[in-house]
């Protein structure tokens, strides 16, 4: 970090001096200690590299590494896996248990003749490691054996010292991010500083001060314990969705309230540490999944939602995908210049540029390989300047070069008189009914809660138009539990999800430079389309930290995981992602159930194959994918027979619950779809103008009323729907009586 640069407390490394919570006995710890060092053994070394042989020599079971992890596997997992953790770990920490489990090798001809698992030798808790990664018949031990060893990887390469420092981090040549270009705008006071109500640093008292100066109307109900605000309108989210339509919305002269579950930083604040920026920034921690466990979602929970932490692609909707939407889900104003001028508006705004002065090692793999195999590649616009060089933008970008909501259209809106809420949950909309009890109900505001022990009130926002623009994973639950009934609510969940491949560059004999985890995340794309191939997808870089990176590889081995982590800075991964088919639904918080389509599988795997082929030829070494049984081949004087065998190999397993040998975890960064407009309400959950079908001024405002997957990086798409919707909402409340003019 820059000299003289001090992070936000919440965004630094270590740990508190509060007591752990795991629950776990001592018995149980050793158990989860013996796992640790099974997955991270203690390995002699003679690299004649000191920072080498200390991470050879480091284990997995060394304290505080233990407890760290039984605080994160009860922290980040939903309870029914949670549930198979700790039985699984009770029966390894007895004799009786863990002869049941791992059956003859923990019998011993002398006393006391049968062994629990931590007094195993290291060699027989790897081979059971090994059997288990690959259970087919007690899929429960497969679940244990990947949910510690994501909580290990994760805890082992994230954990710091008072310096930021972890002790494997110069082993594996990775650096901690440091700000190499100065702040674009060093600011006395916060940007959004004049709109910004922290409700974790206020009391039942202070609140109503903030909020009074603020310009809000507001009134107390001693009986209900309730602290009553009007406004105009109140938006549940400040990301691609909340945020232009605050922005566009106050700037028409509405009092507009932002409410945000998550909370505000600036360029300042961010860390670049990857355990707890991912902690902080993004729901449930970055370790969110759908309900089997197939497919990791990382979705954004901060001031800006996924604008402030994601990966800077922005990118135009397709003309094919607009298409689509106009003609066959009819909603026409997608085929218009009214879509398209909102575009134009959106990429000004955000500071879109077309070009990348420098590019980092992924991306110029990318830009190689395709060159060398005659295959189109493209440049991605970003929302930030040409020359910016971050690959740490997922965490937050600390230059403040890249232009997420938090410093574009929430500074609209505040300079407008927006008031923004932060740590601040919404609990339901309030629904008045019709007349009879049959027409169309009314919304009337939101009822939230703070996060603050200090504030004892429930908050009853009042407006004329409420618009919820939480994204496609807590819209449609706090639809639900408000009382709306659409079956296109929660339904028609997609993904956009990912498959993953690696190659190895060794540095001094790549032709590209750099370091993997160096330079712009996403700057270059290649685009499998019909006219050369049947399949569909898109190639494009990633941004993986160590314990993200370590967390999802395959793990062989303990000898086989240290020796690829001193890879890391030099393995390329390269995603490939399809516009899926295949849909979900979420209709309560956490609880997503997830599909492939066949089309989707396909799409997929001719998508690595073509991520490996580009690999090989911009000039890996040694290629693999992330099947769980380290999938991979030496490209040393490989032959095209050899390569076409190995690309042959190639699938798109199941994930760790099916019943297939081999399994993989599937990502996905994009979620849309899950209140999908439509023109009718057999059709969609809203209608063309993002008002709800069941509820008159009750608006959506966010990927969810997407109608099909983008297929593309969605943000510009998000925003330039919000930019739509939020023009017409404005345009309907113009001839009201609004209480900005009454604040006044």
């Known amino acids: 970090m820059m000299k003289g640069r001090e992070c936000h407390s919440s965004l630094k490394g270590g740990r508190t001096n509060s007591p752990y919570t795991h629950g776990f006995s001592s018995s149980q710890i050793q158990t989860i200690a013996s796992f640790c060092e099974t997955l991270i053994p203690p390995i002699p070394s003679c690299n004649n590299n000191n920072a080498v042989d200390s991470f050879f020599a480091s284990s997995g079971s060394q304290p505080p590494y233990p407890n760290e992890v039984a605080e994160q596997l009860v922290k980040r997992n939903k309870p029914e896996a949670l549930f198979i953790i700790r039985i699984i770990v009770f029966l390894l920490s007895t004799r009786l248990g863990t002869l049941l489990l791992c059956g003859r090798v923990c019998l011993d001809k002398r006393w006391p003749f049968v062994h629990n698992f931590t007094e195993l030798s290291l060699k027989d808790r790897e081979t059971l490691l090994q059997r288990w990664s690959g259970q087919t018949f007690l899929i429960p031990l497969r679940i244990t054996f990947l949910l510690i060893k994501v909580a290990c990887f994760f805890i082992f390469f994230t954990w710091t010292d008072e310096k930021s420092k972890n002790p494997a981090w110069e082993a594996i040549g990775y650096h901690h991010p440091e700000t190499t270009e100065a702040p674009s705008e060093n600011k006395k006071e916060r940007p959004l500083e004049k709109g910004i109500v922290e409700t974790i640093n206020e009391s039942d008292e202070t609140l109503e001060k903030s909020l009074s100066k603020k310009g809000l109307p507001l009134t107390e109900d001693t009986k209900d314990n309730i602290l009553k605000i009007k406004c105009d309108v109140v938006i549940v989210g400040s990301g691609c969705g ?140 970003r929302n930030s300047s040409e020359n910016h060089y971050c690959g740490s ?33 919404a609990e339901r909309f309030i629904l008045e009914d019709g007349m009879d009890g049959k027409m169309r109900k009314t919304c009337l505001g939101v009822i939230a809660t703070t996060e603050s022990k200090k504030i004892t009130k429930k908050l009853h926002i009042e407006a004329r138009t409420t618009i919820s623009s939480c994204g496609s994973l807590c819209t449609p639950p706090l639809l639900i539990s408000s009382g709306l009934q659409n079956k296109n609510i929660g339904t028609n969940l997609h993904l956009h999800p990912v498959l993953l491949a690696w190659g190895y560059f060794p540095e001094s004999m790549s032709e590209v430079k750099g370091k993997s985890y160096e330079g712009g995340i996403m700057t270059s794309l290649h685009k499998m389309v019909p006219e050369e191939t049947n399949a569909r997808a898109i190639i494009e870089a990633t941004a993986l930290g160590p314990a993200c990176f370590a967390s999802l590889f395959p793990w062989t081995s303990g000898q086989d995981m ?74 040393k004087e490989i032959t095209n027979e050899e390569l076409e065998e190995f690309l042959d190999t190639v699938e798109t397993p199941g994930g760790p619950k099916s019943k297939g040998e081999h399994w993989t975890i599937y990502g996905s960064a994009h979620q849309m779809g899950s209140c999908r407009m439509g023109s009718n309400e057999e059709d969609g959950a809203v209608d063309e103008n993002g008002e709800c079908w069941e509820a008159k001024g009750l608006y959506v405002c966010d990927a969810s009323i997407l109608p099909t997957a983008v297929g593309v990086n969605p943000m510009i798409t998000i925003q330039s729907t919000a930019y739509c919707i939020a023009k017409r909402i404005a345009d309907s409340l113009h001839n009201e009586k609004l209480i900005s003019d009454v604040c006044k």
């Open 242 to 381: 909340g945020g232009v339509a605050a922005g566009i919305l106050a700037k028409s002269g509405h009092k507009v309230v932002v409410l945000e579950k998550g909370h505000y930083f600036v360029p300042e604040d961010y860390s670049g540490l990857e355990g707890p920026s991912l902690n902080e920034l993004y729901e449930s921690g970055a370790m969110l999944t759908t309900l089997d466990g197939k497919v990791m979602i990382m979705a954004g929970k901060t001031v800006g939602g996924g604008s402030a932490v994601n990966w800077s692609a922005s990118i135009r909707t397709p003309n094919d995908v607009l298409k689509d939407w106009s003609v066959n889900h009819k909603i026409s104003w997608f085929g218009t210049c009214e879509y398209q001028t909102a575009m134009d508006a959106v990429c000004k705004r955000i500071g879109v540029t077309e070009n990348c002065s420098e590019e980092g090692l992924q991306n110029q793999v990318i830009r190689k390989g395709c060159e060398n195999l005659g295959l189109n590649v493209e440049r991605i616009p």
């Open 393 to 425: 933008c997922g965490y937050g970008c600390k230059t403040g070069d890249k232009k997420g909501t938090d410093s574009t259209w929430l500074v609209d809106a505040v300079n407008a008189g927006a008031v923004i809420l932060t740590g601040c949950t």
């Open 562 to 635: 240290k020796e690829r982590m001193t890879k890391y800075s030099q393995t390329v991964t390269l995603l490939a992602l399809v516009r899926d088919q295949g849909s979900g639904e979420v209709k309560k918080a956490g609880r997503i159930k997830y599909k492939l389509d066949g089309i989707d599988k396909e799409n997929l795997k001719a998508g690595v194959r073509r991520a490996l082929r580009i690999l090989i030829a911009a000039g890996a070494v040694e290629v693999g994918t992330y099947r769980s049984d380290g999938h991979k081949i030496s490209c």
